[in-house]
């Protein structure tokens, strides 16, 4: 049965100047990438990296598979990442020849579990992949440690938090290599898009040779060299112009949209802890030392027939609540790389009680207040 939707789970807007800065590209007769409007949106996403440097990719996928060509595998390789995120998160490094291994997730903050990393170690680990879950940070300092004490690369997918910080270091500027998307879901859209960010120089340039098809065509761009060439392995991932004219037009507005989410989000918050603690649901756990983006609200229902239940009850009345997030360690191509059923518990446990609830600028505060007094009128004991 189709029932129709009056508040969405997600919907992109338009926010401040892309009409314009679509324009302005139209206008340059110059749209296949790498131009004035790819420079100023890496411009405004490296300043607030604290000396790493982002380069502007067509996905957050195609940034996570740039960071596994730049480790550049060899057979037999293994990276770690967690069981609950997205495929792309694993799915990118063993493209590029690492098999992953699944690591179970922590139950307040369902980010990796770093007390679990460490006996997942072995002298073919080549690397740690993170994904800051709903913009809030991963423990770092504990994971930027077992990088350094085994000689690990760190890989921050930062899909989710863009401008978020980590005891005041910015999300996905951390670690060798980050990840941000612009995927209509999140925070900041150009509908599909991404970033790929590096702190060492060397890394950076070894990005920008990756990003055009393994060429030193930047080089080339800079006067530095006369012609051209392949030099490594590489992909085409640099986003056209007009895909940076709107990444562009959405990060100058990061102030407006971040408080505007953090409205929302903590109005959720306060209107929903008196029925969740009567339900016994969870709600967000945010460390006093993580500054979030608010890019998800989510509930942990007591179990997964109340989950079903809430969103049932939800999509009656035109409202769009999703779950997601299969674990990874027990889907069909985890488990024929290596992934066993029941690996990560905490994984299994929080896929199955988890509900998301729509949260994007353009939520004005009735429908907000209609989702809040339709979750409040559940009730949710057996
Ligand atoms: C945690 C995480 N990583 C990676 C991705 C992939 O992003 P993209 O669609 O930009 O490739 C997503 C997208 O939903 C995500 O949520």
């Known amino acids: 049965m189709t029932r129709s939707i009056r508040i969405p789970f997600n919907r992109a807007s338009f926010v401040g100047r892309e009409l314009d800065y679509l324009d302005e590209v139209r206008a ?8 004035d409007m790819t420079r100023r949106a890496e411009e405004i996403l490296t300043a607030s990296l604290d000396g790493a440097t982002a380069l502007l990719t067509t996905s957050c996928t195609s940034a996570l598979e740039m960071s ?11 990276v770690i990442v967690p069981s609950y995120t997205f495929v792309s998160t694993a799915s990118a490094f063993s493209a590029h020849g690492a098999r992953p291994v699944f690591a179970d997730v922590r139950a307040d903050t369902l980010n990796i579990d770093e007390r679990h990393v460490d006996g997942l170690i072995s002298a073919r ?10 913009g809030v940070g991963c423990e770092m300092d504990a994971i930027l440690a077992l990088g350094e004490r085994h000689g690990l690369a760190i890989i921050e997918d930062n899909a989710h938090g863009l401008f978020g910080t980590y005891r005041d270091r910015p999300l996905g500027g951390m ?39 393994g060429t030193n065509r930047a080089a080339f761009e800079r006067g530095d060299v006369d012609r051209y060439t392949w ?4 992909t085409n991932a640099l986003p056209s112009e007009l895909i940076a004219a709107v990444i562009c037009a959405q990060v100058e507005e990061r102030t407006s949209i971040q408080s505007r989410r ?5 109005r959720y918050a306060e209107a929903l802890a008196p029925w969740a603690r009567e339900h016994g649901a969870t709600l967000a756990h945010v460390p006093a030392w993580c500054d979030p983006t608010y890019h998800l609200f989510h509930l942990l229902l007591p179990d997964e027939a109340t989950r079903e239940g809430l969103r049932e009850h939800l999509l009656a009345r035109g409202i769009l609540a999703v779950s997601h997030y299969v674990p990874l360690h027990s889907s069909p191509m985890g488990l024929a790389l290596g992934g066993r059923v029941g690996q990560c518990p905490v994984a299994d446990d929080v896929a199955s009680r988890v509900l998301r609830l729509p949260l994007f600028v353009t939520l004005s505060d009735a429908e907000q207040a209609e989702v809040i007094e339709a979750i409040t009128d559940f009730d949710a004991t057996p």
């Open 262 to 266: 953090q409205m929302l989000w903590e």
């Open 28 to 35: 340059s007769g110059d749209y296949a990438g790498n131009g």
């Open 125 to 134: 680990t080549r690397a740690i992949v993170v994904t800051h879950y709903a």
């Open 175 to 213: 670690g060798d290599y980050g990840a941000l998307s612009f995927h209509a879901t999140k925070n900041f859209s150009s509908g599909q898009g991404g970033a790929v960010i590096a702190r060492e120089a060397s890394a950076v340039e070894r990005l920008r040779n990756i990003r055009e098809n």
């Open 231 to 234: 030099v490594a392995q590489g």
């Open 68 to 78: 596994a060509l730049a480790l550049n595998f060899s057979a037999g390789d293994e």
